[in-house]
């Protein structure tokens, strides 16, 4: 794989142009997988973020954006769509090098996966209550109509930057908000594509804005005084501290944050669907991804054959190079990522559970890079650390059962409640399940995301949800119209 173009950029994205930074500092991509800098961009700082949202404030209290009707701001997002689309296979690339995910899952979902999802919120904005009349129980007319927020800061993780970019950028930008976007220093590339990607198409100046920068700058802009909104997706323990600040200003926020996701195998289940499903599921970009399953709930009475089909199928996934097409697990997205999934697979030990594949150490064939070796442990009680926190990597932890009761016992035994499978040959059973566990996306011998649906978690997995209409009122005031006032009695 080798990109055509130089990816090193100079400028942020801020009130329609290119603006320099307000300072000299750097950000130095590294590709996770030879160790080498890929690209160098400007690091955000405070002063940057307040000229962003100084835009965002103008184009909002001034522009034409948030006076446009629904419809106008459907057509230039129409535009963006169709720009998007001849672009897809660039994106996938320039994700895959920027922080590592195999080609394969990008060409699947860093970058069609965001496409679809502008496609289906155009589909639900063309359709969306923008304004409605109901009759009043005192027998007045009310308007209740749907109104941007204002300022929008959007903030992604690195894992699947543009996936989660696109689902806060373009709600928010189809009910008539301005945005400012905080590209997590990882992997602020794709943010830059998208940008010149939104200037053609012809949103106004100002509407979206991009600083790529780091954590305290990230404060910055959640505390800023300019915004109205923030949406962010990444851990729990920053949501948090997001929620916290916001919280202190009274200011709308959403939040989608970890999980640590069950996989329930019920005692008829065909196994190799099952792992099959598994394989995608619990091991997913490397296993950085939220709502993968990485505990898997097996019937004691199958333990045993359980984990010999997970350890057989782990085993021959192939790891190495995120270029190659071939290639299931790439490398950590950083060294510090790496060093994170190897202290867990060492707790894992410690804590008594039984290392079935995989280990520390980096994997066969590999010399370099920051790779981990995708590892099942087995024997694992789910009060174990590895069962109960989220490791971001490519770990599974296999948890034995006796009856479904206890199986939707232990999944929900858990801070989070994101996502969850159960796989069986019996689908009103696994209905049954899902009905039980506490999750706030959920699949029966299957797991995906339908952007018609809205998605998000229960417990400390998020507050809010992305996607559907749900997705877009997320970004939208209410306001209630009394058009004329009750008869005298």
């Not at 750097?26 to 800098?37: A, C, D, M, Y």
């Not at 940008?195 to 990230?218: H, S, T, W």
């Not at 929620?243 to 996989?263: D, H, Q």
């Amino acid at each position: 794989m080798t990109l055509d173009r130089s990816l090193d950029r100079d400028a942020f994205f801020i009130d329609g142009g290119w603006a320099a930074p307000a300072t000299s500092a750097t950000l130095e991509v590294v590709s996770p997988h030879s160790e080498q800098v890929v690209a160098t961009v400007p690091e955000g700082s405070a002063g940057d973020i307040d000229a962003a949202v100084a835009a965002a404030r103008r184009a909002f209290d001034e522009g034409p954006w948030p006076r446009m009707s629904p419809q106008e701001r459907i057509a230039v997002l129409e535009v963006f769509s169709g720009l998007y689309a001849a672009r897809m296979q660039e994106m996938a690339e320039v994700i895959t090098a920027e922080m590592g995910s195999p080609i394969s899952f990008s060409q699947l979902a860093q970058s069609p996966a965001p496409w679809m999802q502008i496609e289906a919120f155009l589909g639900i904005a063309r359709d969306f209550a923008w304004e409605e009349t109901r009759p009043g129980v005192l027998g007045a007319d009310v308007v209740v109509r749907r109104e941007p927020l204002g300022v929008v800061a959007a903030i992604p993780p690195w894992n699947v930057p543009q996936f989660t970019t696109i689902s806060k950028v373009v709600p928010a930008l189809l009910a008539g908000n301005t945005v400012v976007l905080k590209p997590a220093p990882e992997t602020p590339l794709d943010a830059y594509l998208m940008a010149e990607l939104l200037a053609e198409a012809g949103v106004p100046a100002g509407v979206v804005n991009i600083v790529a920068a780091g954590r305290e700058v990230g404060e910055h802009l959640v505390a800023h005084p300019g915004v109205d909104k923030v949406a962010f997706t990444g851990s729990t323990a920053a949501g948090r501290r997001i929620a916290a600040v916001c919280g202190e200003r009274l200011r709308r926020v959403s939040l989608e944050l970890g999980g640590k996701s069950a996989a329930i195998v019920l005692d008829d289940a065909d196994l190799e669907t099952t792992m099959a499903g598994l394989r995608f599921i619990g091991l997913m970009n490397s296993g950085q991804a939220c709502v993968a399953q990485t505990r898997i709930l097996a019937p004691r009475s199958r333990y045993d054959e359980v984990v010999e089909a997970l350890a057989q199928t782990v085993d021959g996934m192939a790891v190495g190079d995120p270029g190659d097409p071939a290639t299931e697990i790439g490398p950590m997205v950083a060294r510090r990522q790496q060093e994170r999934v190897e202290k867990y697979i060492a707790l894992g030990q410690e804590e008594g559970a039984r290392l079935v594949v995989g280990g520390n150490g980096l994997p066969a064939g590999v010399d370099r890079g920051w790779y981990v070796r995708p590892t099942v442990f087995a024997d694992v009680d789910n009060r174990m650390r590895i069962a109960q926190e989220e490791i971001f990597g490519p770990v599974l932890s296999v948890i034995g059962y006796d009856g479904v009761d206890e199986a939707v016992r232990i999944a929900n035994d858990s801070d989070y409640g994101l996502a969850g499978t159960v796989w069986t040959a019996d689908p009103e059973a696994g209905l049954g399940v899902a009905r039980r566990v506490r999750a706030g996306t959920y699949g029966v011998n299957t797991y995906t995301m339908d952007f018609a649906a809205p998605f998000g978690g229960f417990k400390d997995s998020g507050i809010g949800r992305e996607f559907g209409p749900e997705g877009l009122a997320e970004y939208t005031e209410l306001k209630s119209i009394y058009t004329s006032a009750p008869e005298p009695a």
